[in-house]
C-alpha cells in the first residue's frame, strides 16, 4: 500500500471532518448544477466540484476504498453517457421539428422547452465533467501506487 | 430530414464516439465507426448534390438565426471537402480493422476508434460552420483526437512525436484564436459571411493587419506550411498505419481549406492579395517547401518520413495555387487539396500494408517484395507514378492545371520549379521501386501477399486516383465552380 494511505489513516481530525464535509460538498455540487441557470454555476462547474467531493475521499481513505464507491466500469459509462446525454436533446429536438439542439420545440411554449433542454443539457456536462475528473484522478493515483 | 442534413454530417460522428467508447472487443467499435463513415460519405454526397442545384444553404444551429447564432453554411467548396473527408474516411476505416489490431493492444482499440470518430466529427465540423469561432472549437477538438492518436502508435517516439505536435498545434491554435479575437473586436461579429461583409469598412487598421497576421500563420502550421511544417514529419512516422493514411489525407487539408475561406471569404481577394503582400510570402514559402521537402524526402530511410516530407512539399503547391489569387490558381489549389488526399492515402495504405507483413517500413523492408507481394508493390507504385504526376492519373490533373494557371499570370519560372518538384519526386519513389522489385531479400523470403481485407481498400484508392484522373468532369467541374464563386466577390 502507498505511503499516503498509512500516513492518512492515522490523521483522526482529516477522516472525521472530511466524512463531515464529503456530504456538503456533494449537496453544494448539486445546488451548483441545478441552480447554473440562475445564477453562477452550470454543469462544469458542478461536475469538477461533486468530482473534487470524490478526490478528497480518495485522498483520505486511499484509493481502493474510491474504487469500490465508483467503480472504473461505472465511471467509463458515465462519462460516455454524460456527452450522449447531451447530444440526445439535440436529437430529441429534431425529432420534434426543430433543429438541432433548438430546445424551444421540448416543451408546450417555448421558455419552458428552454428550461427543460438547459437543464438536461447541463446535466449531461456534469456527469461527464465529475466522472472523467474522477477518471483522471484515478489515473494519477495509479501512476503514483506503481512507483 | 435532408433540411438536417448539414448538421447530421457533424453530430454523427460526434454521438457516436462516446458510443465507441463504451463498446469492448475489436469489431463492436470498429464496426460503429465504418458504419459512420459510410452514412457520412451519404450525407456528404447528398449535400454535394443539393448545393449544385439549390446554391448555398444554411442550417441555424439551435434555431437562433445567423449572424447572432452559429450557422452551417455549406457551398461548393465546404460540400467538396466534406466528400473527400468522408471519403476517405470511409475506404480506411476498413483498412484499419485489422491493420489496428495487430499494432494497438486490445484494450485500446475501442479508445482509438473513438478518436478517430472525434478527429471525422472535428474536421467535417469545420468544414461545416459558417461561424469563425465555431472553427476554432472544432479546430480543437479534431486536434486533440490526433494527438491521442498519434500517441497510440507502436514505437515509443510517438509519443515525443505527439507531444511535440500538441505544443505546435496549441500554438497555431491559439494564433487562430488571438486572430479571431481582435476581427471580432473590430466588427462585433463572428460569422463569416457578416466578417466579410463588414471587415471593408475597418480593413485599413492595423488591428486587422495583425489579425491576418496571427490568422495565417495560425493556419499555416496546422496546414504544415514550408517552415512550420517540423511537427509533420515525426507525427506521420510514428503513428499507427491507417492512422497516417487518414491524418495525411484529411488533417492538413481541411486547414487548406480554413485559409481559403479566411483569405477568400473573410478577408476578399482584394485585401489579401491586393493590399497585403501576402502574394509574394505565400509563393516564396511555397516553392521553398517544394524544393527544400522534396531534397529531404529523397534523403530519407524510414518510408512513412519520406511520404511526409512529401506532404509537405505538396502543400507547398497548394498554397501555390492559393496564392495566385486567380480562378485558375484556385482551382487547381482545390482539385490539387482533393487529389493529393487521393494519393497519399493510397501511399499510405499500401505502406499499412508492407508494415502488416514485414513488420516495418523501412527501405530495407521493401525488399523483394515486388515478388512477394505483388499486389502491394503495384498498388505502391500506382500511387507513386500518381504522386508524381504521370498523365491518366489525377496527380498530372492538378499539376497541368497549377501549370495552366502559372502561364496565366505569364510566371513561367513557376513552371520550372514544378517541373523540378516533380523531378524530384520520381527520384524518390523511383529509388524505393529499385529496391522493391531488382533486390533480393536477404534471407529466403517466407512473406506472402497482404489480407485482401488490407488490398481491397488500398486498391479502391489506386483505381480512384486513375478513373478521376480519367473522368475529370466531377472534380474539374466541382473545384471551378467553387473557385469562380469565391473569387467573383459572391459568397
Same mark, same amino acid.
Given at each position: 500500500?502507498?505511503?499516503?494511505?498509512?500516513?492518512?489513516?492515522?490523521?483522526?481530525?482529516?477522516?472525521?471532518?472530511?466524512?463531515?464535509?464529503?456530504?456538503?460538498?456533494?449537496?453544494?455540487?448539486?445546488?451548483?448544477?441545478?441552480?447554473?441557470?440562475?445564477?453562477?454555476?452550470?454543469?462544469?462547474?458542478?461536475?469538477?466540484?461533486?468530482?473534487?467531493?470524490?478526490?478528497?475521499?480518495?485522498?483520505?481513505?486511499?484509493?481502493?476504498?474510491?474504487?469500490?464507491?465508483?467503480?472504473?466500469?461505472?465511471?467509463?459509462?458515465?462519462?460516455?453517457?454524460?456527452?450522449?446525454?447531451?447530444?440526445?436533446?439535440?436529437?430529441?429536438?429534431?425529432?420534434?421539428?426543430?433543429?438541432?439542439?433548438?430546445?424551444?420545440? /421540448?416543451?408546450?411554449?417555448?421558455?419552458?422547452?428552454?428550461?427543460?433542454?438547459?437543464?438536461?443539457?447541463?446535466?449531461?456536462?456534469?456527469?461527464?465533467?465529475?466522472?472523467?475528473?474522477?477518471?483522471?484522478?484515478?489515473?494519477?493515483?495509479?501512476?503514483?501506487?506503481?512507483? | 430530414?435532408?433540411?438536417?442534413?448539414?448538421?447530421?454530417?457533424?453530430?454523427?460522428?460526434?454521438?457516436?464516439?462516446?458510443?465507441?467508447?463504451?463498446?469492448?472487443?475489436?469489431?463492436?467499435?470498429?464496426?460503429?465507426?465504418?458504419?459512420?463513415?459510410?452514412?457520412?460519405?451519404?450525407?456528404?454526397?447528398?449535400?454535394?448534390?443539393?448545393?449544385?442545384?439549390?446554391?448555398?444553404?444554411?442550417?441555424?444551429?439551435?434555431?437562433?438565426?445567423?449572424?447572432?447564432?452559429?450557422?452551417?453554411?455549406?457551398?461548393? /467548396?465546404?460540400?467538396?471537402?466534406?466528400?473527400?473527408?468522408?471519403?476517405?474516411?470511409?475506404?480506411?476505416?476498413?483498412?484499419?480493422?485489422?491493420?489496428?489490431?495487430?499494432?494497438?493492444?486490445?484494450?485500446?482499440?475501442?479508445?482509438?476508434?473513438?478518436?478517430?470518430?472525434?478527429?471525422?466529427?472535428?474536421?467535417?465540423?469545420?468544414?461545416?460552420?459558417?461561424?469563425?469561432?465555431?472553427?476554432?472549437?472544432?479546430?480543437?477538438?479534431?486536434?486533440?483526437?490526433?494527438?491521442?492518436?498519434?500517441?497510440?502508435?507502436?514505437?515509443?517516439?510517438?509519443?515525443?512525436?505527439?507531444?511535440?505536435?500538441?505544443?505546435?498545434?496549441?500554438?497555431?491554435?491559439?494564433?487562430?484564436?488571438?486572430?479571431?479575437?481582435?476581427?471580432?473586436?473590430?466588427?462585433?461579429?463572428?460569422?463569416?459571411?457578416?466578417?466579410?461583409?463588414?471587415?471593408?469598412?475597418?480593413?485599413?487598421?492595423?488591428?486587422?493587419?495583425?489579425?491576418?497576421?496571427?490568422?495565417?500563420?495560425?493556419?499555416?502550421?496546422?496546414?504544415?506550411?514550408?517552415?512550420?511544417?517540423?511537427?509533420?514529419?515525426?507525427?506521420?512516422?510514428?503513428?499507427?498505419?491507417?492512422?497516417?493514411?487518414?491524418?495525411?489525407?484529411?488533417?492538413?487539408?481541411?486547414?487548406?481549406?480554413?485559409?481559403?475561406?479566411?483569405?477568400?471569404?473573410?478577408?476578399?481577394?482584394?485585401?489579401?492579395?491586393?493590399?497585403?503582400?501576402?502574394?509574394?510570402?505565400?509563393?516564396?514559402?511555397?516553392?521553398?517547401?517544394?524544393?527544400?521537402?522534396?531534397?529531404?524526402?529523397?534523403?530519407?530511410?524510414?518510408?512513412?518520413?519520406?511520404?511526409?516530407?512529401?506532404?509537405?512539399?505538396?502543400?507547398?503547391?497548394?498554397?501555390?495555387?492559393?496564392?495566385?489569387?486567380?480562378?485558375?490558381?484556385?482551382?487547381?489549389?482545390?482539385?490539387?487539396?482533393?487529389?493529393?488526399?487521393?494519393?497519399?492515402?493510397?501511399?499510405?495504405?499500401?505502406?499499412?500494408?508492407?508494415?502488416?507483413?514485414?513488420?516495418?517500413?523501412?527501405?530495407?523492408?521493401?525488399?523483394?517484395?515486388?515478388?512477394?507481394?505483388?499486389?502491394?508493390?503495384?498498388?505502391?507504385?500506382?500511387?507513386?507514378?500518381?504522386?508524381?504526376?504521370?498523365?491518366?492519373?489525377?496527380?498530372?490533373?492538378?499539376?497541368?492545371?497549377?501549370?495552366?494557371?502559372?502561364?496565366?499570370?505569364?510566371?513561367?519560372?513557376?513552371?520550372?520549379?514544378?517541373?523540378?518538384?516533380?523531378?524530384?519526386?520520381?527520384?524518390?519513389?523511383?529509388?524505393?521501386?529499385?529496391?522493391?522489385?531488382?533486390?533480393?531479400?536477404?534471407?529466403?523470403?517466407?512473406?506472402?501477399?497482404?489480407?485482401?481485407?488490407?488490398?481491397?481498400?488500398?486498391?479502391?484508392?489506386?483505381?480512384?486516383?486513375?478513373?478521376?484522373?480519367?473522368?475529370?468532369?466531377?472534380?474539374?467541374?466541382?473545384?471551378?465552380?467553387?473557385?469562380?464563386?469565391?473569387?467573383?466577390?459572391?459568397?
Amino acid at each position: 500500500m502507498s505511503a499516503g494511505r498509512d500516513a492518512m489513516e492515522g490523521q483522526l481530525i482529516l477522516r472525521v471532518v472530511s466524512k463531515f464535509l464529503i456530504p456538503v460538498i456533494m449537496l453544494f455540487a448539486l445546488y451548483v448544477q441545478f441552480h447554473g441557470e440562475y445564477g453562477p454555476g452550470g454543469g462544469f462547474q458542478a461536475g469538477v466540484i461533486m468530482a473534487s467531493a470524490l478526490i478528497v475521499h480518495m485522498l483520505v481513505f486511499g484509493l481502493d476504498e474510491t474504487r469500490r464507491v465508483a467503480p472504473l466500469p461505472v465511471l467509463r459509462v458515465l462519462s460516455a453517457g454524460g456527452a450522449l446525454l447531451y447530444g440526445a436533446v439535440g436529437i430529441v429536438a429534431m425529432l420534434f421539428g426543430g433543429n438541432f439542439l433548438d430546445y424551444g420545440v /421540448l416543451g408546450p411554449t417555448a421558455p419552458t422547452g428552454q428550461v427543460i433542454g438547459i437543464i438536461v443539457i447541463e446535466l449531461g456536462v456534469g456527469i461527464t465533467v465529475a466522472s472523467t475528473m474522477v477518471l483522471l484522478a484515478f489515473l494519477f493515483a495509479e501512476r503514483v501506487r506503481e512507483r | 430530414m435532408d433540411a438536417h442534413f448539414q448538421a447530421l454530417i457533424v453530430v454523427l460522428p460526434l454521438l457516436a464516439a462516446p458510443l465507441a467508447a463504451l463498446l469492448r472487443g475489436r469489431t463492436g467499435p470498429w464496426l460503429l465507426a465504418t458504419l459512420v463513415s459510410w452514412a457520412m460519405l451519404g450525407l456528404a454526397l447528398a449535400l454535394l448534390l443539393k448545393v449544385q442545384a439549390e446554391g448555398t444553404l444554411s442550417y441555424a444551429l439551435g434555431g437562433w438565426a445567423a449572424p447572432i447564432g452559429i450557422e452551417y453554411r455549406l457551398d461548393a /467548396l465546404n460540400a467538396f471537402v466534406q466528400v473527400l473527408l468522408a471519403l476517405v474516411a470511409a475506404v480506411v476505416l476498413p483498412f484499419m480493422h485489422l491493420s489496428a489490431a495487430q499494432e494497438i493492444d486490445e484494450e485500446r482499440l475501442p479508445g482509438l476508434y473513438a478518436a478517430v470518430l472525434l478527429l471525422l466529427a472535428g474536421l467535417t465540423g469545420i468544414t461545416a460552420t459558417g461561424d469563425a469561432f465555431n472553427v476554432f472549437v472544432f479546430l480543437e477538438i479534431s486536434s486533440l483526437a490526433t494527438y491521442t492518436l498519434i500517441a497510440l502508435g507502436q514505437d515509443r517516439r510517438a509519443l515525443t512525436s505527439a507531444f511535440r505536435y500538441l505544443i505546435m498545434g496549441t500554438i497555431g491554435a491559439t494564433f487562430f484564436l488571438i486572430g479571431v479575437g481582435l476581427l471580432y473586436g473590430m466588427t462585433g461579429t463572428l460569422n463569416m459571411a457578416d466578417l466579410g461583409e463588414r471587415l471593408p469598412a475597418v480593413a485599413d487598421t492595423r488591428t486587422v493587419h495583425t489579425a491576418v497576421a496571427f490568422l495565417v500563420v495560425g493556419v499555416c502550421l496546422k496546414l504544415a506550411l514550408f517552415p512550420l511544417h517540423l511537427w509533420l514529419p515525426n507525427a506521420y512516422t510514428y503513428a499507427p498505419s491507417a492512422v497516417s493514411a487518414l491524418l495525411a489525407a484529411t488533417s492538413t487539408k481541411v486547414a487548406v481549406y480554413v485559409l481559403i475561406r479566411f483569405l477568400y471569404t473573410v478577408f476578399g481577394v482584394e485585401f489579401s492579395f491586393g493590399e497585403l503582400p501576402l502574394t509574394s510570402i505565400l509563393v516564396v514559402l511555397a516553392m521553398l517547401g517544394m524544393l527544400i521537402a522534396s531534397a529531404v524526402a529523397i534523403g530519407q530511410q524510414e518510408v512513412k518520413r519520406l511520404l511526409a516530407y512529401s506532404s509537405v512539399a505538396q502543400v507547398g503547391y497548394m498554397v501555390l495555387g492559393i496564392a495566385l489569387a486567380t480562378t485558375a490558381g484556385l482551382t487547381a489549389a482545390l482539385l490539387h487539396l482533393f487529389n493529393h488526399a487521393l494519393m497519399k492515402s493510397a501511399l499510405f495504405l499500401a505502406l499499412g500494408c508492407i508494415a502488416f507483413r514485414m513488420g516495418g517500413t523501412r527501405v530495407e523492408h521493401f525488399k523483394g517484395i515486388g515478388r512477394s507481394m505483388p499486389w502491394t508493390s503495384a498498388a505502391f507504385v500506382a500511387g507513386g507514378l500518381s504522386l508524381i504526376g504521370v498523365p491518366l492519373t489525377v496527380g498530372f490533373i492538378s499539376k497541368w492545371y497549377l501549370v495552366l494557371a502559372a502561364i496565366g499570370q505569364g510566371w513561367w519560372w513557376l513552371v520550372v520549379v514544378i517541373l523540378i518538384s516533380s523531378l524530384m519526386a520520381v527520384v524518390y519513389i523511383w529509388r524505393l521501386v529499385e529496391v522493391a522489385y531488382f533486390e533480393t531479400p536477404a534471407e529466403r523470403d517466407r512473406h506472402h501477399e497482404a489480407p485482401l481485407s488490407l488490398l481491397l481498400p488500398t486498391w479502391l484508392l489506386v483505381a480512384l486516383n486513375f478513373w478521376l484522373g480519367i473522368d475529370t468532369r466531377l472534380t474539374v467541374g466541382v473545384a471551378e465552380s467553387a473557385a469562380r464563386a469565391l473569387t467573383g466577390g459572391g459568397s
